[in-house]
């Protein structure tokens, strides 16, 4: 997955403030990295198991759609586990 | 849990059959208990009849830290499980912080003991003297502790150390296969919820493209508001959109396990 180069250097840097909420949000959550990538894929997500690692090491950049599915299934799998 | 020989054995004998095959009888627990709780529930007994002598019974309990959070997940009796729910209620303890900092703890008298005071006081009140707090080294893969509470001061000797740490280390190669087995179908599992799910939010991304004439990400970015707006699950989202459309309730996958 290569990394959005349309965005100016704000919308990058803000994207890699998101980045670095949603690795905090990862690690505060202990859940497996395969529980959130399954779940991730299964509301439509498109990078691998090896991508969303390196996003979640604040490694790599992706495209604002896929952000915006890993922040969603990080949110609804939390919400299970309070269940 | 029967010996290979055929032989009866008397509640006792589960004592009996860890002395004499402990890695058998593991073995077998592994079997008969293919889920966590069953095989923690049965190790509580074990441990509990195996180190029990007349005159001094010992209960057994098992913490377990799930997302840091420590659970009491087993025990051989009641009391156990309610001293061990009082330590993680608690904070802190003999078996806590047995189980951070992985190393055996023994409580040779708790009437003496000058750290953990105010779970100490309350164990003293439910008539427990002496504590064991045994790790069980999953490598890794989980953590958890076996607890063991004597009414006697001094009840553990250095032998029933010896014995429930050796003991510890042949249930935690067991729970290590038990928590791969779990792994792997809970990851079946999980694979096969998102294949369902993925179908439906598939057919309701589409159908939002054809709506709006829009592309694949600005519908997953309509979905995806809706779902955080409303608080409602993407998929079930697009469940609605689904239904909405064409009134279908139920779209299902078929795919070879």
């Given at each position: 997955m290569t990394?959005?180069?349309?965005?100016?250097?704000?919308?990058?840097?803000?994207?890699?403030?998101?980045?670095h909420?949603?690795?905090?949000?990862?690690?505060?959550?202990?859940?497996?990295?395969?529980?959130?990538?399954?779940?991730?894929?299964?509301?439509?997500?498109?990078?691998?198991?090896?991508?969303?690692?390196?996003?979640?090491?604040?490694?790599?950049?992706?495209?604002?759609?896929?952000?915006?599915?890993?922040?969603?299934?990080?949110?609804e799998l939390a919400g299970d586990d309070d269940r | 849990m029967t010996g290979n020989d055929g032989q009866a054995q008397e509640p006792d004998g589960l004592a009996q059959a860890a002395d004499t095959d402990p890695v058998h009888s593991f073995q077998q627990m592994v079997l008969e208990n293919p889920d966590i709780k069953?095989?923690?529930?049965?190790?509580?007994?074990?441990?509990?009849?195996?180190?029990?002598?007349?005159?001094?019974?010992?209960?057994?309990?098992v913490t377990v830290l799930r997302r840091k959070k420590p659970e009491a997940v087993a025990a051989s009796d009641a009391a156990a499980r309610a001293l061990d729910e009082l330590q993680n209620g608690f904070g802190d303890g003999p078996c806590l912080t047995a189980l951070r900092h992985r190393t055996t703890i023994l409580v040779p008298d708790l009437t003496a003991e000058s750290r953990w005071a105010p779970y100490v006081q309350t164990a003293v009140d439910h008539g427990v003297a002496s504590i064991l707090a045994v790790?069980?080294?999953?490598?890794?893969?989980?953590?958890?502790?076996?607890?063991?509470?004597?009414?006697?001061?001094?009840?553990?000797?250095?032998?029933?150390?010896?014995?429930?740490?050796?003991?510890?280390g042949q249930a935690a190669s067991s729970l290590r296969l038990i928590l791969r087995?779990?792994?792997?179908?809970?990851?079946?599992?999980?694979?096969?919820?998102?294949?369902?799910?993925?179908?439906?939010?598939?057919?309701?991304?589409?159908?939002?493209?054809?709506?709006?004439?829009c592309d694949r990400d600005t519908a997953f970015s309509i979905l995806t508001r809706a779902s955080s707006t409303r608080n409602v699950k993407l998929r079930d989202v697009a469940a609605t959109v689904?239904?909405?459309?064409?009134?279908?309730?139920?779209?299902?996958?078929?795919?070879?396990?």
């Open positions: 990394a959005d180069w349309t965005r100016g250097p704000d919308q990058q840097l803000e994207a890699d403030e998101e980045r909420g949603a690795a905090e949000r990862f690690r505060d959550a202990d859940f497996p990295l395969m529980k959130l990538w399954t779940y991730y894929y299964g509301i439509g997500g498109d990078v691998d198991e090896v991508s969303l690692d390196a996003y979640l090491n604040e490694a790599l950049r992706l495209p604002a759609a896929q952000v915006g599915l890993i922040k969603t299934a990080m949110t | 069953g095989f923690l529930a049965e190790l509580a007994l074990l441990a509990a009849a195996r180190l029990s002598v007349p005159g001094n019974s010992i209960h057994a309990g790790p069980l080294d999953l490598a890794g893969d989980a953590e958890a502790v076996l607890n063991l509470y004597s009414g006697c001061s001094h009840g553990f000797s250095g032998e029933d150390i010896t014995s429930a740490e050796a003991f510890a087995i779990t792994q792997l179908s809970d990851a079946r599992n999980d694979l096969s919820a998102a294949m369902h799910s993925r179908t439906v939010i598939d057919m309701a991304v589409g159908a939002v493209m054809a709506q709006n004439r689904i239904t909405s459309i064409s009134g279908e309730e139920h779209i299902t996958t078929h795919f070879d396990e």
